[in-house]
């Protein structure tokens, strides 16, 4: 009995399916005149019964168009550091693309040889090539495309552009097994021919095709098996790879072994065939056991593979998402991040990250029992640079997470990956202080510490113009020296009385103090930082039932510990806020720049203020009766400010040099709990004795210390002047002005001021020290008696 061929899925028996074909070549080859005149000599008498059919395959092969117009392939996008180091990759495709230069000749050869050995001969299509392969089939032999690499790409690149549009009609009509599509897929690859290279054209192949599960160009592929560039592949890697394109699941060498080092002997025995590899090169490569070869780089898209990095990461990939400026909508904006082949350099210093990441992990364990958090966050004074964000847990987005993991960002606003943030504590003062000199007021000024309840508050802002509550709130104090009832407020500042800047908040305007910090860039972790709408809404419609004297004077307002950092840098520079900027530059796939939104830097407060900010913090650190321990930065003149949530829940250290500002939390961050029982790199905690100045400072004081070796000095501004000193006609003669209750600077300023002429005789030390005032004839017409002195001794931070 004859053998007969079943018919098609379609129905279609071999002739027809042969006449078909006839056909399908017919109008594929009309469109070149030598190829044409060569069919029509060779075919056309045998089909000429079925002409009419013929003209329809002409007339549909016209029908199609004969330019390829797809969108840039998608291509994955890269983040940086500063230094330019990979911290992540997005995509949706993992492509990385390369021009045909940087691709291996022995890559280019391999795919030649194995996928379209006549690919610099034809035009686009190869008649002969289709014959055979229509041949093999027909005879039930190993299974043949017959599409030229040209015809390929054409495919791969219509069916990229339909699933980035998300088009499934087209995505559909890409992948249809017709004779249609192949006809299509044809004309576009005999067009393309006329206008690209042969170089160019396998280029764009190498960089389409599909070289793994999910690794998409040679490039990509390259990095994923072997852990090298496309450039250094050698003939067995190129093989391997060049084999992986027929099947990218069934031949990968990872899951199938054996399946991979089969394909990619066959694709070497073709490289010989075609003599781009000798005998010999042949025999050392097919003798090399697929294992040998692979050194697997698995890289995963977004922020999980960042490392220590990945809060940062995050952070990143938040602000540019939010971003106007970078692209109108949110959707354009995440298509560029995943597939607009970006590179991204951030503002990120790997080594001050390292120092904060080893200091944070020692000091609290990520899987530490007790769950506490600690995190350093640390900007650049100036331009508003973010140098390091950390904390200690490990970045974790997905819904499974184990012990030490997370995807909240303890340092960040809400919108920007954190939480709402945690209450600030006394660290919120010096805005409060801002306010009090910019509203022409000076350190030197002396208020009440007296412990009285407070019913009222004025607040422009509010109802009837001021805070009120019938029941008060009777503010106390946690200081560790012996306060008087009248204190400066820079003693005030250094000691953190709270009754004091109760008295000096009464004085000023709450809804004031409150812009003050928003001005600064202050203000409460809900609210997102790129909606205009959180600078611009009413003061009080964003502290609401907050905008009272409890919660500016203890600080229970819950801000970002970024947002807390870029505020006081504001102090270092002189006055100059900028906004927290993670990046530098974003350039497309062609490095050419894109717009984003920049630090935004402006002077939001007056030089002379910002200065007096910094002394006045300076004191707080350097004085060791403070809270701020003396635990300065040796060899960097440096300030800030402690905080401690109420009941102790949160505790914080934000201080700064010229070079860095920095914030430093500390706290539970699911639950309030006071921290105790359990040691913090050695020292046992204590609940109920736990301070700003217990962990944060010494944290803060460490990692600072470390960042700054090496770095230049740069000096702090000079104390503020003092207010004016008595006049003349009501300094009685031979009667020393009153000093008493005076630091010494504002001493010494106040007795010169009277025509004194103050003698340092023992430089004072952060302790006790002597200044002497010696009479000489003062200028205001008073003077001592004869060979006497004054002695104006320090104590205890006061004159």
């Keep these: 009995m004859p053998r007969t061929t079943p018919a098609s899925a379609s129905g279609r028996s071999l002739p027809v399916a042969l006449l078909q074909t006839v056909y399908l070549l017919l109008g594929m080859l009309a469109v070149s005149a030598l190829a044409g005149v060569l069919l029509a000599a060779f075919f056309l008498p045998a089909v000429s019964a079925g002409s009419a059919v013929a003209k329809d395959g002409v007339d549909l092969f016209e029908s199609y168009p004969a330019e390829l117009e797809v969108a840039p392939l998608n291509e994955a996008s890269r983040i940086e550091a500063a230094d330019g180091s990979l911290l992540a990759t997005f995509y949706t495709e993992n492509r990385i693309m390369v021009p045909l230069e940087e691709i291996s000749p022995h890559m280019q050869h391999a795919v030649v040889a194995v996928e379209d050995r006549r690919f610099f001969e034809h035009g686009g299509v190869d008649p002969k090539g289709m014959f055979r392969a229509f041949a093999s089939n027909a005879a039930g032999g ?43 897929e044809a004309k576009l690859a005999l067009s393309l021919e006329k206008e690209w290279s042969k170089e160019q054209i396998l280029n764009a192949y190498l960089n389409v095709a599909q070289f793994g599960p999910s690794q998409y160009g040679v490039e990509t592929g390259s990095r994923h098996y072997f852990s090298k560039n496309a450039k250094d592949l050698n003939p067995g890697e190129a093989a391997l790879l060049a084999g992986i394109t027929n099947g990218p699941n069934q031949y990968d060498p990872v899951a199938h072994p054996e399946a991979g080092e089969k394909r990619r002997n066959e694709v070497l025995g073709d490289m010989r065939r075609e003599g781009y590899i000798t005998e010999a090169e042949y025999e050392q490569y097919t003798a090399q056991p697929v294992a040998e070869m692979l050194k697997i780089q698995n890289v995963r898209a977004g922020c999980a593979d960042a490392g220590t990095s990945g809060f940062f990461c995050d952070y990143v990939t938040r602000s540019l998402l939010n971003d106007p400026t970078f692209a109108p909508t949110y959707e354009e904006r995440r298509k560029l991040l995943y597939g607009g082949g970006l590179t991204i350099r951030t503002t990120l210093d790997p080594s001050t990250q390292a120092a904060a990441t080893e200091i944070l992990q020692r000091k609290v364990p990520a899987d530490a029992q007790h769950g506490f958090g600690h995190s350093i966050v640390t900007v650049e004074p100036g331009t508003g640079k973010i140098l390091t964000m950390a904390e200690n847990r490990s970045f974790n987005p997905y819904q499974e997470v184990g012990p030490g993991e997370t995807a909240i960002n303890y340092n960040v606003p809400q919108a920007l990956g954190g939480g709402s943030g945690f209450p600030v504590g006394s660290t919120f003062k010096p805005f409060v202080l801002q306010e009090w000199l910019e509203s022409d007021r000076s350190i030197y000024d002396k208020v009440s510490t007296v412990r009285e309840p407070i019913t ?77 709408t959180t600078w611009e809404m009413p003061i009080e419609d964003m502290y609401g039932t907050e905008l009272a004297p409890a919660v500016l004077v203890l600080g229970e307002l819950r801000i970002s510990a970024l947002d807390m950092a870029s505020a006081y840098a504001t102090y270092a520079s002189g006055g100059t ?7 530098t530059e974003v350039t497309d796939r062609n490095g050419d720049p894109m ?27 350097e004085d060791p009766k403070a809270t701020g321990k003396g635990k300065i930065i040796e060899g960097h003149p440096a300030g800030g400010k402690t905080g401690t949530s109420g009941d ?47 962990v944060s400072l010494p944290t803060w004081q460490e990692y600072m210390d470390r960042v700054h070796q090496g770095l230049p000095s740069e000096p702090f501004p000079a104390a503020p002047k003092p207010p004016a000193a008595p006049t003349a006609d009501v300094v009685q003669e031979g009667v020393v002005p009153d000093v008493s209750g005076m630091v010494l600077s504002q001493a010494q300023a106040t007795m010169e001021s009277a025509g004194y002429t103050v003698e340092v005789r023992n430089e004072p030390s952060s302790d006790v020290g002597q200044w002497y005032v010696i009479g000489s004839d003062p200028a205001a017409g008073t003077k001592l008696p004869e060979n006497e002195t004054v002695v104006i001794r320090q104590s205890s931070g006061e004159g």
């Design 648 to 694: 102790q829940f949160h505790t914080w250290y934000v201080g700064f040099t010229r070079q860095m500002s920095t914030a430093v939390w500390f706290g539970h961050p699911q639950a309030n709990i006071r921290p105790g029982g359990f040691d913090v790199d050695g020292q046992m905690l204590r609940s109920g004795s736990v301070w700003g100045n217990t």
């Design 456 to 532: 009222y508050a004025p607040a422009k802002c509010l109802n009837g113009g001021a805070w009120r509550e019938s029941k008060g709130w009777n503010p106390d104090n946690a200081v560790s020296v012996r306060i008087a009832p009248m204190e400066t407020v820079l003693n005030s500042t250094k000691f953190s009385i709270n009754t004091s800047y109760t008295d000096m908040a009464g004085q000023l305007d709450l809804c004031n103090i409150a812009n003050t910090a928003r001005n600064i860039g202050a203000v409460p972790a809900t609210f997102n930082p790129y909606d205009a």
């Design 595 to 621: 717009e984003i939104s920049g630090a935004e830097c402006h002077q939001a407060v007056e030089k002379e203020v910002a200065d007096a900010m910094a002394w006045t913090l300076q004191q707080d650190l």
């Design 142 to 184: 190993a299974t043949q495309g017959g599409s030229t690499l040209t015809q390929q790409y054409v495919k791969n690149a219509l069916l990229m552009d339909a699933v980035q549009r998300g088009d499934q009609e087209d995505i559909e009509s890409a992948t249809a097994t017709t004779y249609g599509r192949k006809l299509r």
């Design 577 to 583: 806020y900028c906004r927290p900027q993670s990046i």
